[in-house]
């Protein structure tokens, strides 16, 4: 029977969904802080703001942040690979991961940390089966099935990454519970920073903004975000863009952090200067917390609108590529293309100073063809990214949405079949999550949009439960416990 984990059901692409068992994971929350090492033992259904809370008790940080921190798990986190605004600095949640504890399809169960593996472990069948048939082919030819320049990557299995560790924790992370469920992790955390200062330029040119994002990167910012001129001018009709900015191409928010006031103001001048030399026209700077916040506040300003469309439906299908940060110009102008084609709005705004952009089409699914312009840009895009040498997931995973188009975007010769061998050397029967990451045959992206009209409705009390989620925004909230209280 198909065995699919699931943590808080936040993820983007269909990855929690599936036929057969569903293993919810999130009512394992415990979180045990190890001072003399600095680094924290996690059950799976640990939420991220509650580790980050428990961290800053001992002045420390997990420094990874989805924007969905307060309700995703950290089981979901090491299954996608999350990230979030200041992985620019900090990387994703693979380079925070030292241990994992797993259970393997055959019911066998290892910790697996970071480092020569323990005797102890070879024993269990999937990890002798990878020792005695594919690590050494792996350290041989991994290294090749990535995207090269791309900064963020959570597609594919990570053979790069393996083959630069030797760590089987690198193949857990980011396999989206096809490997292994996860029902421990370890993690490393950060001192707490000292002071942060933050910027706001404004744009009237995306390759001035593409350079300024390699910039400030190079000068060391701890955040660099984008909004797109399709961000702002939602924000403009919420009456939440200041009036100077209409008609800018663009605004990207950086922060910077140093471990004092004094030092936060001296990067702060190397950074304007940066951004005033790439043509941005206006630099606004905020040291205060509140300032800060009001500054970081627009960030936040198109989601409420956009949620509040009784028509049109923010759809994330083509929301996760990344690409080589100098070819990041060229995808937001073919994205916008390609959405002009299909008739349709999308907002476009994310991580600039890792050239990794979301796009949310807004979809009305009253037209008669929304489904057959989805797909096209779909398509569009998917040829896009692979044409600029790019990755269709940054940080949300495959899913089911994009395994069937892994073919076209990993294109490196032999990856796919690194790929294959992964998945039967830890689950040969194909029984863990089944359809994502390597596609079933036949498996389409589009197969259920949850907002078709032509989908069977739900029983009424799961209509009423996710209902319920939606309109308190529980998202942290156990759903089970909802449909029958426990
Ligand atoms: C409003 C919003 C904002 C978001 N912002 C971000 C963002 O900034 N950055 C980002 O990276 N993502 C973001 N996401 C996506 C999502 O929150 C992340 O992918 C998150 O890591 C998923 O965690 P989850 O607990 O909800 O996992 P789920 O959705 O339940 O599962 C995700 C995948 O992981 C697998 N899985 C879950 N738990 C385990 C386990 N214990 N063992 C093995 N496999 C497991 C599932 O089978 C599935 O394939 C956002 C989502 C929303 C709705």
Redesign the pocket.
């Known amino acids: 029977m198909p065995i699919?984990?699931?943590?808080?059901?936040?993820?983007?692409s269909g990855?929690?969904l599936g036929s057969g068992l569903i293993i919810d994971?999130s009512l394992m929350k415990e979180i045990t802080l190890d001072h003399s090492t600095g680094r924290v033992w996690c059950g799976?259904g640990a939420l991220r703001g509650d580790i980050d809370r428990a961290a800053q008790a001992a002045a420390l940080r997990f420094p990874v942040d989805?924007?969905?921190g307060e309700f995703?798990?950290i089981?979901?986190?090491v299954?996608?690979n999350?990230?979030?605004a200041h992985t620019l600095k900090y990387g994703s949640t693979r380079e925070w991961v030292t241990a994992l504890d797993c259970v393997f399809a055959d019911g066998s169960r290892a910790t697996i940390r970071r480092g020569p593996q323990r005797s102890s472990d070879t024993d269990i069948p999937p990890l002798e089966r990878f020792e005695h048939s594919l690590r050494a082919r792996l350290l041989e030819d991994g290294a090749a099935a990535r995207h090269a320049g791309v900064r963020k990557e959570s597609s594919g299995y990570a053979v790069a990454e393996f083959a630069q560790t030797g760590d089987v924790v690198d193949l857990i992370i980011s396999s989206?519970?096809t490997l292994?469920?996860?029902?421990g992790v370890e993690l490393e955390l950060a001192p707490v920073v000292g002071a942060t200062s933050s910027l706001r330029a404004t744009f009237a040119d995306l390759d001035q903004v593409a350079s300024a994002a390699t910039a400030v990167r190079e000068l060391g910012a701890s955040v660099c975000e984008l909004l797109d001129a399709s961000f702002l001018k939602i924000a403009d009709a919420g009456g939440a863009l200041p009036k100077f900015m209409r008609g800018a191409m663009a605004v990207l928010l950086i922060e910077v952090e140093a471990d004092d006031e004094a030092g936060a103001a001296l990067q702060m001048k190397g950074m304007k200067a940066a951004l005033t030399e790439c043509g941005a026209l206006s630099v606004e700077q905020a040291s205060l917390p509140a300032e800060e916040r009001e500054l970081w506040d627009l960030r936040h300003a198109a989601s409420p609108i956009i949620a509040k469309d009784p028509v049109l439906k923010s759809v994330q299908l083509i929301e996760d590529a990344a690409v080589p940060p100098e070819q990041m110009s060229a995808y937001i102008r073919g994205v916008r293309a390609a959405l002009a084609r299909q008739r349709l709005d999308g907002v476009i705004f994310g991580h600039a100073g890792d050239a990794h952009v979301h796009v949310n089409p807004l979809i009305d699914v009253r037209d008669p063809d929304w489904r057959a312009r989805l797909e096209s840009l779909l398509n569009e895009v998917t040829n896009l990214v692979a044409t600029l040498g790019g990755t269709l997931s940054g940080?949300?995973?495959d899913?089911r949405l994009r395994a069937p188009l892994l073919p076209r975007a990993w294109k490196q010769p032999g990856a796919l079949d690194l790929f294959r061998a992964v998945k039967d050397v830890f689950d040969p029967a194909n029984i863990l999550?089944p359809g994502?990451k390597l596609a079933l045959t036949g498996q389409q992206p589009l197969e259920a949009v949850k907002y078709d009209p032509k989908l069977e409705p739900l029983p009424v009390p799961a209509l009423v439960a996710l209902e319920t989620v939606a309109r308190d925004k529980a998202y942290a909230t156990h759903r089970l416990s909802l449909l029958r209280p426990l």
């Not at 699919?4 to 983007?12: C, I, L, N, P, Y």
């Open positions: 699919t984990a699931r943590g808080s059901g936040s993820s983007m990855g929690a994971l799976p989805p924007a969905s995703c798990t089981g979901g986190m299954a996608t999350a990230s979030g989206e519970g292994a469920l996860v029902v940080e949300h995973g899913g999550n994502v």
